[in-house]
């Protein structure tokens, strides 16, 4: 699998933190009338699951494992029966060995039953797992940065994490108390006709009332445990667009109000939880309190007639045995309903993604050669934001190896002007054409290396970490590239092979930053180069450095800067000035610093900041 992993899925939101993409997310169930008996079961179960790979295989085998585990009970109450009966009538205790050994073999063998069930669901759940989280890690890697946005990369993450997790419970669960409840109350029910007709009777009258309930409360739990969900997703996103933006909260002295936000969104995720586990327990309290009345009033028939001599001891202590066995999958089912409803949730979420679509044609595979005689047109460009920000850019074009600042104060556009040129997201209305010709009908992204604010570091290798763009690229080639990004005092100190990242060596905010130039110069065929102020976070001595190993990216390459950094202009052949999401101007840096008024204050403003 690519190196986009749990963690990549940071990377690929971080660069576009301001981000938005029209991405299809469908996911369509057909609506098919449901019978109240089997309403809960449908609401537990998602159509889907039967979908999967795999699982009908695996229907014919849990089935039959369901009827052995009938049988097995079956064969405990009888010859658990017939042992109890023949010591009231005075037999020795060695005299029923065989009906003991019975006992014991049957339930010797439903605890096999159990364990092999257990075992081969386990394997098979995890293996599905496993299949599913890489096919979705695989699609938001090729969806990219852009999917995220919309998703939210907390989301993304925890659906990645913790919802496969869910999924595989779900899974588990679902397959085998299915089955049971299914199979096993049928198979009971049968030899406790035989045993006493009028028992049966009890347990048939009670059964659909136990469901009854499963129904009522099931709907209840099932719109409670989608709203924890949804609070869920929310808290994620919320909390991990926090962490990106406590930098700019504390700027802004604004980090300790917002904290009054995490609270209420985490005390909305705490009620919704609490509320769904409170449903559940009231679910779990009726099914019991119902199989507890229903086998109470078995109980009671048989003993009034067993004193009345109306049955024999056996039949009745049989069917008395049986009838909690009959409740049993039932209870278990409900048991588990919390944990399976969040797995169903879970599971849509993932194929929610699986199932996304791009809106751009998937087909269009035309790669661009950018060099000295090709262009790229922006018109009347824009992009808002639900909360009023964006960019606006009415036209501007540009030819072969030219060097573009993008400058304004904070919140100006920069970065959504950078990402709309790295077409991470879609823009309201205007076009972006190269050589006449839309990027939506070519495959831009392949001719674009891209370096942020903060490089993310994977969990990997420093040899795969720097061979992110090219990971067909020799020893030799990734050496070279270290050097020129000032990392081959790094490279001595720990090896191309030395783990890094989150669960190895950590590097400095400069070392980062070094790794995504050591990127950009293995990528040799991408000469459209985004840079998103990549210098702002740290140091000015760090800052100079990194600057000297940047410039030489520059060659053969159209460059994009975003900064507000001062002495980056002395290398911009033109430079885009923004205010407040408008566009300001477009020149030369002299033919500004000559005419606009604007561009003269900002400089200023950046001056004094230098």
């Known amino acids: 699998m690519r190196l986009a992993s749990f963690a990549g899925l940071a990377s690929l939101g971080s660069a576009a933190q301001s981000a938005e993409i029209e991405v299809t997310l469908s996911f369509e169930t057909e609506k098919r009338p449901r019978r109240p008996f089997f309403a809960t079961i449908e609401t537990m179960i998602d159509q889907e699951l039967m979908k999967l790979p795999g699982v009908r295989a695996k229907m014919p085998l849990l089935g039959f494992l369901a009827v052995a585990q009938a049988l097995v009970i079956l064969g405990q109450a009888l010859f658990l029966s017939g042992a109890v009966v023949h010591l009231w009538q005075g037999h020795s205790l060695a005299s029923d060995w065989k009906l003991i050994v019975g006992f014991f073999l049957c339930f010797l063998g439903r605890q096999v039953v159990a364990t092999g069930r257990s075992k081969m ?13 890489r096919d979705l ?9 852009a999917a995220v946005s919309v998703i939210g990369t907390g989301s993304a993450a925890t659906t990645a994490i913790a919802g496969i997790d869910q999924v595989e419970t779900y899974v588990k669960l679902v397959l085998s108390k299915m089955l049971n409840m299914m199979i096993v109350p ?17 347990l048939i009258l009670a059964f659909p009332f136990a469901v009854l309930f499963m129904i009522l409360l099931g709907y209840t739990a099932r719109n409670r445990a989608e709203r924890q969900y949804e609070s869920y997703q929310l808290l994620s996103n919320h909390f991990l667009d926090s962490l990106r933006g406590l930098a700019t909260l504390r700027y802004f002295g604004r980090s300790k109000a917002y904290a009054g936000s995490i609270y209420r969104t985490s005390e909305r995720f705490r009620r919704a939880t609490m509320s769904t586990l409170s449903m559940a327990m009231l679910n779990n309290f009726a099914l019991d309190f119902f199989a507890t009345l229903s086998v109470a009033t078995v109980a009671m028939f048989l003993g009034l007639r067993l004193m009345g001599g109306s049955i024999l001891l056996y039949p009745a202590l049989a069917a008395l045995i049986l009838a909690p066995e009959y409740f049993l999958p039932l209870r278990e089912f409900a048991s588990d309903y919390h944990a399976t409803l969040n797995g169903k949730n879970a599971l849509a979420a993932v194929l929610e993604v699986l199932r996304a679509e791009k809106t751009e044609n998937k087909e269009n595979t035309k790669e661009i050669q950018w060099n000295e005689a090709s262009t790229l047109d922006l018109t009347n460009l824009s992009k808002t934001y639900e909360g009023g920000r964006g960019v606006t850019l009415p036209s501007a074009a540009f030819t072969g190896f030219e060097k ?5 104060s904070s919140g100006a556009g920069k970065s959504t002007l950078l990402n709309l040129l790295a077409g991470f997201i879609t823009p309201d209305s205007g076009t972006i054409e190269v050589n ?27 040899r795969d970490n720097l061979a992110f763009y090219n990971p067909e690229a020799n020893d030799t080639a990734v050496l070279q590239a270290a050097k020129v990004a000032g990392l081959d005092e790094l490279v001595d100190e720990i090896g191309l092979d030395t783990l890094i990242g989150p669960s190895g060596r950590t590097l400095s905010g400069g070392q980062a930053q070094r790794v995504a130039l050591a990127r950009a110069f293995l990528a040799n065929d991408r000469n459209i180069l985004l840079l998103d102020e990549p210098t702002a976070h740290l140091d000015i001595e760090t800052e100079l450095e990194i ?14 800067l975003a900064t507000h950094r001062l002495h980056w202009l002395n290398q911009m052949d033109k430079v885009i000035v923004l205010n407040n999401g408008q566009f300001e101007a477009i020149g030369s840096p002299a033919e500004l610093a000559a005419t606009n008024t604007y561009y003269q204050q900002l400089t200023q403003e950046m001056r004094g900041q230098a």
């Open 121 to 133: 669901l386990d394997d098979f759940a995890y293996t599905l797992a496993t299949d599913l989280r």
């Open 137 to 145: 890690l695989s699609q938001l890697y090729e969806l990219g940065p």
């Open 186 to 202: 049928v198979l009971l029910l049968i030899p406790i006709f035989f045993l006493d007709w009028q028992s049966g009777i009890v």
């Open 404 to 408: 573009v600042a993008i400058i304004g």
């Open 436 to 462: 006449n010709q839309a990027i939506s009908e070519m495959n831009w992204s392949s001719a674009i290396s891209f370096i942020p604010q903060s490089a993310y570091i994977f969990s990997a290798s420093l």
């Open 547 to 560: 600057k000297e190993n940047i410039l030489p990216l520059f060659a053969h390459k159209l460059v994009f």
